[in-house]
């Protein structure tokens, strides 16, 4: 296995499961789980374990390694100077189960399915781009840059509203933005996540050769988990291009008023999502955009920035659900979280994060109380 | 499903009970060296009246009880060593009350260090507790459990003697309140003016009950905190240097590292102490009456202070200090372990020597790390090990270089803290006979089952 040299390094001193001023567990699978064994270093000793085969890989040892949201913040708050490795380990070990081929149902059929459809809904390519219909959103065509969906945005109803609005904000700030429509690819975020290098590759060389064949230089994507892999892993395999977070464009147009803003008074807390805070650094902008609306109120949770809490939906369980259910699924954790600042919006900046904090909203029946909108939705709201 | 597991999901609930092999692989080990011992089945109770039934379901049947909170003692004081459930005290980690003007927090017993420390800071920012300096998920019970230390042990004495008092779930499944709390809504007093019951708890690693809440006491926290650290080569000056520093009674906290990396701390003795102040005046007078004291070392060239770089302050003024745990890579290994015994001050010399020679007897890298005790009736002077997890013949060294200091601690009249099962019964061997038949009937009469943690401090007749 890939960093196998590392295992044994892990002193399970457990840094790695709280936030970095202690206030509390910031694991989301320690925290759903509540077992030694289900936090990062629970996962360090037990795939030491399995290599020196002292357990076998059974469907609990399934669970505790498909569960990891590879959130990050065992990587954030690790001591050790393996720190930066942790997910790459946990992936690591997920790769060899899935060589294999004993993993979880739901992690096969994800796999399948993206094999086979090109996507997790095992929908037809040729619908991919539907959600832009009656939009004035272009295919790519020499636009500056690429409007990068993913799979989520492309299928989710929920996410395709969101896509929507920043392909409609984006239009309306004047920049130059086209999409793939139905010629779209996974990016593969998530399939490297669950294990699938070969699969991954695969489809990142699509997506690079698509990319040079249309002559894409800069890229913005909707989805910090499409931004991750254009971002820190197609580069090595021959993909360098100028990616950006839609947020990160945003930014820079709301004070040079391109995009006028009237005051839209509401409280409201912002979620980092994982695959833009933790994993690339990106806390910053989603917040300006936020203070940058009159009226807006933002207000911090006690888990925000490094210190975030992922909302359960990374690491492929936004598909495979394998984290998800019960009163301490990461979401309803989170969304109590919020309910306690006394927000009335929830904001998020990516829409695997939307779909997991509105589900959480229902389960936990506060739609009266909290909304959980995309940061570009409050900015639609916003516009003058 | 056997009955036993029925039960305990009776109580805790399906989801909080477990007897798969990857819990049974995880809880059967600590980080440290002590050989693996599988537990039948691991439970995370959330009530206590959970641990109630657990407690007295356990009775019935005759199985070991085993509480743990984070498993950091290292010294094998959570592996089960007689099978039966492990308790994971973790779910209980709320904070039920912070008394400002008395002083004091309620806590739960699974309630972590870092936890009360965080919420401290940001809701009473001018209160603290005894913070030790492992890892902050250790939790306050166990650590009192275990008569740890923190950074007011200088001042105050042990993290124990800092409790304000217990809620303990005894062997038998009854809660019983030990302190004011046990008289009073107040938990101001873990025992005078009553007769102090705590004894019967702290220091003996769960084998007489479990600790389900604790009042901690609660000290003044000051704006500023600074340290500095007087450096000597010449061992046998440590007692005197802690000597004139404790006797001016302005330090918080006292500690001593020696250490061979890097090599300029090499055959040095680094006595750092910490000193609070609300004002720059404060610190500063303080400080004053320190360097006073230390003077005359200076004049005989006998040491100085050293100047710490700007980029090192910060990791000494943390808390927990996150350097600590970062022994256990010096091997690139993911192991260190540490026999602490409690023992006088004047025998630091002795016990640094000893130190490095048994490192380069048995080629190990070390660490010495001392906390001065209550004003310097005592010290925990840690012989400090690290060691590679992947590598038997270094782990077996790492072993036998601590049984030899467990060995030599008798020797020079110190008292074994947090002891392995075999420095446990190295102690109860020999000490008074009376206090260990006062003992004996102690644990059988609140354990008559020895259901509690056995194998630790368990008898010879
Ligand atoms: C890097 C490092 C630095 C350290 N520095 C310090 C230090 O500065 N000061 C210090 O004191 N210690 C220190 N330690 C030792 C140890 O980690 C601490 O004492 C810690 O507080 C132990 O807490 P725990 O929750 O890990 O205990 P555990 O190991 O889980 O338990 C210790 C004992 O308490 C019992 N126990 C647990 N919970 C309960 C309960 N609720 N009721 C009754 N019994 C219970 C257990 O059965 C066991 O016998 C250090 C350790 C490390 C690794």
């Known amino acids: 296995m890939k960093y196998e040299e590392i295992v044994h390094r892990c ?120 959600w832009a219909k009656d939009s004035s959103i272009e295919i790519y065509d020499g636009h500056e840059y690429l409007f990068y969906v993913g799979c989520v945005g492309s299928y989710d109803e929920r996410a395709k509203k969101i896509a929507r609005t920043v392909g409609n904000l984006l239009l309306r700030a004047g920049v130059s933005i086209g ?75 709301i ?44 207000i911090e949770m006690p888990h925000h920035g490094e210190n975030a809490f992922c909302c359960g939906g990374g690491g492929g369980n936004f598909f495979t659900d394998i984290l998800g259910g019960g009163e301490d699924s990461p979401n309803r954790i989170r969304v109590r979280e919020a309910l306690d600042m006394g927000a009335r919006i929830l904001a998020v900046a990516c829409p695997l994060c939307a779909r997991m904090l509105d589900d959480a909203v229902k389960a936990e029946e506060k739609e009266d109380q909290l909304e959980v909108l995309d940061v570009a939705e409050i900015v639609t709201r916003a516009l003058s | 499903m056997t009955d036993i597991m029925h039960s305990l999901a009776d109580i805790v609930g399906e989801d909080y009970v477990s007897s798969q092999p990857e819990e049974i692989y995880f809880y059967a080990r600590d980080p440290g060296l002590m050989p693996p011992h599988e537990p039948d089945y691991v439970v995370v109770p959330s009530t206590v009246e ?71 800071e940001k809701n009473y920012p001018r209160l603290r507790h005894s913070i030790p300096d492992a890892p902050p998920t250790a939790t306050i019970a166990a650590n009192v459990t275990i008569h740890g230390q923190g950074r007011l042990t200088q001042q105050r004495g042990f993290n124990s003697d800092m409790v304000g008092g217990l809620e303990v779930v005894l062997p038998s499944g009854e809660v019983c309140k030990i302190g004011s709390c046990a008289l009073s809504f107040g938990w101001f007093s873990k025992g005078p003016p009553l007769p102090d019951l705590s004894g019967l708890f702290l220091g003996w690693f769960g084998a007489t009950g479990i600790i389900t809440k604790l009042a901690v006491k609660l000290y003044p926290r000051k704006k500023f905190r600074d340290v500095e650290i007087f450096v000597t080569d010449r061992g046998e000056l440590v007692p005197d240097i802690v000597y004139e520093i404790t006797h001016t009674e302005m330090a918080e906290d006292v500690l001593i590292f020696t250490q061979p990396m890097p090599l300029m701390f090499r055959d040095n003795h680094h006595v750092s102490f910490y000193i609070t102040g609300d004002t720059d ?66 025998k630091y010399p002795e016990c640094s020597e000893k130190l490095k020679e048994l490192a380069s007897q048995y080629g190990l890298a070390y660490s010495g790390m001392v906390r001065v005790i209550d004003g310097g009736h005592s010290m925990m002077f840690a012989f ?46 020999n000490m008074d006979p009376n206090t260990r038949k006062l003992m004996k009937m102690i644990k059988e009469n609140l354990d008559p089952n020895g259901i509690m943690n056995p194998g630790n401090w368990e008898f010879i007749s």
């Not at chain 2, 005290?89 to 912070?98: G, Y």
């Not at chain 2, 005989?300 to 200090?321: C, H, N, R, S, V």
């Open chain 1, 11 to 130: 002193f399970r001193c457990g840094y790695c499961k709280l936030t970095g001023d202690y206030i509390g567990f910031n694991c989301p699978t320690y925290r759903k789980f509540r077992f030694e064994t289900y936090s990062p270093g629970g996962r360090m000793w037990l795939i030491r374990a399995w290599l020196n085969d002292e357990i076998k890989n059974t469907e609990r040892f399934q669970q505790i390694l498909f569960s990891c949201a590879t959130c990050a913040n065992c990587v954030e708050h690790c001591v050790f100077p393996f720190s930066e490795d942790l997910v790459n380990i946990f992936i690591a070990a997920r790769e060899e189960m899935v060589n294999n081929a004993v993993i979880p149902p739901p992690v096969r059929d994800y796999l399948k399915n993206i094999n086979i459809s090109g996507n997790p809904y095992k929908e037809p390519a040729d619908q991919r781009g539907d």
């Open chain 1, 179 to 253: 999409i793939l429509g139905e010629k779209e690819n996974c990016d593969g975020n998530e399939v490297r996540a669950l294990g699938e290098a070969g699969l991954f590759q695969f489809l990142a060389q699509q997506n690079i050769d698509l990319f040079k064949e249309r002559g894409i230089k800069k890229i913005i994507t909707l989805d910090p988990h499409a931004f991750n892999a254009f971002k820190n892993d197609y580069p090595g395999l021959g993909g360098k291009f100028e990616v950006y977070h839609y947020t990160q464009i945003l930014t820079s147009l």
């Open chain 1, 255 to 298: 004070p040079s008023h391109e995009l006028p803003l009237k005051e839209y008074r509401a409280k409201v807390t912002y979620h980092d999502p994982c695959y833009l805070g933790r994993h690339n650094g990106e806390y910053n902008a989603p917040r300006k955009i936020l203070e940058s609306i009159p009226g807006v109120e933002l």
């Open chain 2, 50 to 120: 959970e641990i109630q039934e657990i407690v007295r379901l356990a009775n019935r049947e005759k199985t070991p009880v085993v509480p743990m909170g984070a498993g950091l003692a290292l010294t094998g004081l959570i592996i089960p060593l007689k099978g039966g459930i492990v308790i994971d005290m973790k779910r209980m980690n709320r904070i039920l009350e912070v008394n400002e003007g008395a002083r004091y927090a309620i806590v739960e017993g699974g309630t972590s260090q870092g936890q009360l420390s965080a919420y401290l």
């Open chain 2, 281 to 346: 005046e404060e610190l500063e007078f303080k400080r004053k009456l320190i360097w006073k004291a230390l003077d005359r070392f200076i004049k005989a060239k006998d040491g100085g202070f050293m100047g710490i770089p700007p980029a090192m302050k910060p990791t000494l003024l943390e808390m927990p200090q996150r350097s600590a745990s970062r022994l256990a890579d010096v091997k690139r290994g993911g192991g260190f372990e540490y026999s602490g015994p409690i023992i006088m001050v004047e």
């Open chain 2, 384 to 429: 400090a090990f690290a060691f590679n997890r992947s590598d038997p013949d270094m782990m077996e060294n790492t072993r036998k270089a601590l049984k030899e200091v467990s060995d030599f601690v008798l020797k020079v009249g110190g008292v074994y803290w947090k002891p392995t099962v075999e420095e446990q019964r190295m102690a109860l061997e």
